[in-house]
């Protein structure tokens, strides 16, 4: 999703863009990838208003407004994100927003090429191979932005060049997805406007309401094996339930499912993000542990410092250290926050909330 917000940035300095994307051009495969919504904060809003989508993100998303922690005895504690809309979060499916992107990059002059996949690049040459439907290409650049996530290909490549330090940390902890239809939402009172926490040692479920009054939630479980462990899983969710037996409609069908969709923690960290003229962006250099619902939102702020740094520097090499030496810390800062956001979740029951308040990076503890 970094790209589709950098593309019309940079075509609005003059750039002719392409955007390569192995994914079929319907976004609805996001939602086979991770059903759950992504919340966008202050700052990702202020990046969607300088796009100029942010009102049709808006149509179509939620404002959370607090985090609620339920305690299973039918008490629960309640934290006001930020007293002021400003600390909101709007939570948004990934497909609508990937549409409004899309077709927000298409209209300022990108060119969209779907289907097409990234085989390798080399930094010397900026040459691209590419495959689509089989068929491979050589294409050239100028510069290749490296928008491709976690598993980043363009980080690969980066790293065959240059000495460059390169970690892959992954949480003893794995997540499945659940949801909670609109019927059951309104019959147990889950209220709209906030983010849901339910607790127990080893297992925490989290979720997100949806434009249409569901919840979409992860289970989160502790899973020390190298493979996905159903097993832990199991044992989570017959746990979870001993305190929540509401929530058992929604877990039984991961119960059931012979090979459930299990999904592992990844945070990444890179100690240079460019090397020639290839340069990564978002989670390709820096993936994050979810719990603060920063990833994305870092990653438009790496794409708006980006665009700015080759606005203010003719000399690329200047403009993409520039890029570096202002994001990295601030991506840091956030992967620490995630890590620590981590920690309180887990001594959640009983006891209080704790956030990582995001201007200063401090932490600050209620209830
Ligand atoms: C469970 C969960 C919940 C989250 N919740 C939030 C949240 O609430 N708020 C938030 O800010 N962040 C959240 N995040 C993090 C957020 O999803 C990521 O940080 C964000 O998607 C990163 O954007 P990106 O553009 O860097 O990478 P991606 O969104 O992963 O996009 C990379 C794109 O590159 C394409 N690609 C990859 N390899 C190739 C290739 N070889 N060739 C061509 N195309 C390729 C992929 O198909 C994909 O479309 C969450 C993450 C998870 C796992």
Redesign the pocket.
């Known amino acids: ?5 950098l593309a019309p940035l940079l075509s609005r300095q003059g750039h002719n863009i392409t955007v ?4 079929s051009v319907d976004g609805s495969s ?1 939602e086979e990838v ?1 059903p ?6 202050a700052s ?1 809003r202020e990046i969607l208003k300088g796009l100029g989508i942010l009102d049709n993100v808006k149509d179509v998303a939620v404002a959370l407004t607090h985090r609620q922690a339920h305690h299973g005895n039918g008490e629960q504690a309640i934290q006001e994100y930020e007293p002021t809309t400003s600390g909101w ?1 709007l ?1 948004v499916k ?1 497909s609508d927003l990937h549409a409004l992107l899309r077709s927000n990059a298409r209209n300022e002059g990108t060119i969209l090429e779907y289907n ?4 390798s690049c080399r930094a010397d040459g900026e040459a691209l191979t ?1 495959s689509t439907s089989g068929a491979f290409q050589r294409r050239y650049f100028d510069l290749i932005v490296g ?7 363009v980080r690969q490549n980066l790293l065959q060049r240059q000495r460059i330090t390169c970690a892959l940390n992954f949480l003893p902890w794995r ?1 499945a997805n659940f949801a909670i239809n609109a019927e059951e939402c309104d019959k147990q009172s889950l209220n709209l406007k906030h983010l849901h926490i339910w607790s127990d040692e080893g297992v925490l479920g989290v979720g ?1 309401p949806n434009c249409d009054g569901s919840i979409s939630a ?1 289970l989160i479980f502790r899973d020390n094996s190298a493979q996905a462990d159903v097993d832990a899983m199991h044992k989570g969710i017959k746990r979870i339930l001993g305190r929540y037996p509401n929530l058992s409609r929604w877990l039984r069908p991961l119960l059931k499912s012979s090979s459930p969709s299990i ?1 592992r ?1 990844l945070e990444v960290t890179l100690d240079r993000w460019y090397v020639g003229r290839i340069v990564t ?4 250099c820096h ?2 542990y ?1 719990f603060c ?7 438009f702020e790496d794409v708006v410092e980006l665009t700015r740094a080759l606005g203010k520097f003719s000399d690329l090499h200047v403009a993409l250290r520039r890029y570096d030496v202002l994001r990295r810390p601030a991506a840091e800062l956030a992967q620490t926050k995630s890590r620590l956001q981590f920690s309180f979740l887990q001594d959640l029951i009983p006891g209080s909330l704790y956030s990582v308040e995001s201007s200063q990076g401090t932490l600050r503890s209620s209830g």
């Open positions: 999703m970094a790209g589709l917000c390569i994307e192995k994914r996001l991770n759950i919504n992504v919340t966008i904060n990702g979060l939570s990934r097409t996949k990234l085989l590419l928008a491709d996530g976690a598993s980043s290909m997540y997100i992860l999904g923690f962006v978002g989670d390709a993936a994050m979810p619902g920063l990833g994305l939102n870092t990653a």
